[in-house]
């Protein structure tokens, strides 16, 4: 989840030092770092760890390829924030024909629901691993009553702040390839050629790897936040030093993100595909498979690891729908306001996850709604880019801060490839 930038440190009273480069470092980090972090959910864990078992280290030079476009898509989205104080919906609303705001809508929210539901399972499955006297089910209600808790009692700032230090967990997926024989040459060698299979698999696994990097909650998610740490901020002039450090905060966050993509697609290729397992089912499979070809401490890192990113994902999907349903419908909105002064908002909160939640009771495997999820936001994401990238270009909206030459670049080559893999997706699976 996205936290507001703080305002600029006060300077220290005489006699006292000052902050370190490292926490002035720290505080300047705004919405982009979790935004990034945020992107690989157990979603985008299960995504990746497919891709790998599945393929082994050929999918590694998509990192290389997603990373300029998430950016790119990204910093569109956080400029309109910034730019207009409003997030994604509100500007819809206000400028656009109804239909488009519609259809954004239509588009969005069926996507966020399954992602809440498949992060809130995927991470009951894994700590039922952990501790299998305790059944997944109940690891699942207990940990969408403490989101649910966390999110309405926490003040915003504490609860961002928890969020920002989640981001932490990720970098449990770093250190597993170090725990096991990896062919460093090999990795090279596919992060930098490209391999590619022109079968229905294959692109499918392609096509949830772009739902799942650029995904379409995220554009909502940076907006708003923006929006939100602009009005936190004393500074409410925008200016080009303004969008710079922006831009510095959402490419540091995407490129976070794609470092811990990069690695889990590596752990799984160097031992699960290795090891002749090419096929998950469950997130508990892919637990126990690391277990005999990487050791314990594998195993454990990695069921850390969708734990602490389902406790930092699933308030930033349930915290972007609510803003997406409420900007719509013009009501209060806000993570910091408290209930009373926002009961509509706080509801959809609650809604989505109990409908998460109920997801749980419908027998679809925990993996398996991970995957559908991020090929549904890959099948979706090219509507909502090429809206993004109307408003991007809109002086209306956006004066003097429209899009440059290499933003329409990037966002168009975003839109052509996502429309171009979710096309062959479709193909592929009406042909077979």
């Known amino acids: ?81 910034l730019v207009t104080s409003q997030g994604l919906c509100g500007i819809l609303r206000k400028t656009y024909p109804k239909p488009v705001l519609w259809l954004m809508l239509l588009f969005s929210v069926p996507a966020i ?30 940990f969408t009553a403490l989101l649910l808790g966390a999110i309405i009692a926490l003040p915003y700032q504490r609860l961002a702040s ?49 739902g799942t990097t650029i995904s379409p909650y995220l554009f909502f998610w940076q907006a708003t936040m923006e929006a939100e740490a602009q009005l936190h901020k004393k500074q409410v002039v925008v200016d080009k030093r303004l969008i710079k450090e922006m831009g510095f905060d959402v490419d540091l966050g995407m490129l976070f993100s794609s470092i811990v993509m990069f690695f889990i697609i590596l752990t799984a290729g160097s031992t699960l595909y290795a090891a002749g397992i090419h096929h998950i089912d469950t997130v508990a499979e892919a637990a126990e498979a690391l277990r005999p070809v990487a050791g314990d401490g594998a195993y454990y890192l990695f069921a850390i690891g969708v734990i602490g990113t389902g406790f930092l ?52 495997s925990p993996i398996q709604a991970l995957l559908w999820s991020a090929i549904l936001y890959g099948v979706t994401a090219p509507v909502l880019i090429g809206i993004l990238l109307h408003i991007a270009n809109n002086k209306t909206v956006m004066g003097e801060f429209t899009n440059g030459r290499w933003s329409n670049i990037l966002g168009g080559l975003a839109l052509l490839l996502m429309t171009l893999a979710a096309g062959c997706l479709v193909y592929f699976t009406i042909s077979t």
């Open 313 to 364: 994902a699933i308030p930033v999907l349930s915290g972007c729908l609510s803003y997406i349903v409420a900007e719509t419908f013009g009501w209060q909105e806000g993570l910091d306001k408290k209930f009373h002064e926002a009961p509509a908002f706080y509801g959809v909160i609650i809604v989505s996850l109990l409908v998460g939640l109920g997801i749980n009771y419908l027998g679809i």
């Open 1 to 81: 989840m996205e936290t507001p930038q703080a305002p600029a440190d006060s300077p220290p009273e005489p006699g006292k030092p000052g902050p370190g480069k490292l926490s002035r470092l720290w505080k300047s980090i705004g919405p982009g770092l979790v935004t990034g972090a945020s992107d690989d959910d157990p979603s985008g864990i299960a995504t990746y760890t497919q891709a790998g078992a599945q393929y082994g280290l050929a999918t590694l030079w998509t990192t290389l390829i997603t990373f300029p476009l998430m950016a790119a898509i990204q910093e569109m989205c956080a400029r309109i924030g």
């Open 162 to 210: 928890v969020l920002k230090w989640l981001c932490a967990v990720l970098l449990v997926y770093l250190v597993v390839p170090f725990m096991t024989h990896t062919d460093w040459m090999a990795v090279l060698h596919h992060a930098l050629v490209p391999t590619f299979h022109f079968d229905k698999a294959f692109i499918g696994v392609l096509v949830a790897i772009l």
């Open 113 to 142: 629901v399954l992602n809440i539901g498949a992060d809130i399972a995927g991470m009951g499955a894994v700590a039922n691993l952990v501790i299998p006297q305790v059944p997944a089910q109940v690891f699942s209600v207990a």
